[in-house]
């Protein structure tokens, strides 16, 4: 009885729910990665951390966009308003964060040098030189978005 309650559930907050799961499952598989070539601190276990394979942000639209279409339709409002804001959240990722994170390097270039030289009399916060994704790593979380978003959908919808 427990586990109809919970399909039923699930099913009809699929929509809300599997990308989420998409996000979860990126970050997991991300830390996975990660703690293999680095120590793990503790910002690396919240789920919107930036950057690495496979990305989270890019599971989590393109799972959103995948389950709108398979449970509204592609001719759906809700699928159009997905699909642009899951392009505009890829871009982001692609191009403005890069962009960001080759500022911060620059930026930490210049703050280091400039309190060599004694010229900053006030401390300034190292900045994150790697916030952006690479194409395979995008590819990686869409793909992983997709195949989340297909096994919810054959098994609660």
């Known amino acids: 009885m427990t586990l109809i309650i919970i399909k039923n559930f699930i099913a009809h907050h699929l929509v809300l729910l599997i990308p989420f799961v ?15 070539n680095q120590k793990l601190r503790l910002r690396d276990f919240f789920i919107f951390t930036y950057a690495g394979m496979p990305s989270g942000h890019s599971a989590l639209m393109v799972s959103l ?20 804001l899951t392009i ?12 960001l994170s080759q500022h911060g390097e620059v930026l930490n270039i210049l703050v280091k040098d400039l309190r060599n030289d004694n ?20 590819l990686a979380g869409s793909a992983l978005g997709v195949i989340v978003s297909l096994l919810a959908y054959v098994l609660f919808y």
């Open 88 to 99: 505009v959240i890829i871009n982001d990722a692609l191009r403005l964060r890069n962009y």
């Open 119 to 138: 010229v900053l009399d006030q401390k300034y916060p190292h900045l994150l030189e790697k916030i952006g994704h690479t194409k395979k790593e995008v």
């Open 22 to 36: 998409a996000a979860a499952v990126a970050q997991v598989i991300k830390i996975s990665i990660k703690q293999k």
């Open 65 to 84: 966009a995948t389950i709108t279409a398979l449970t509204q339709g592609l001719y759906s409002p809700l699928f159009a308003l997905s699909f642009v």
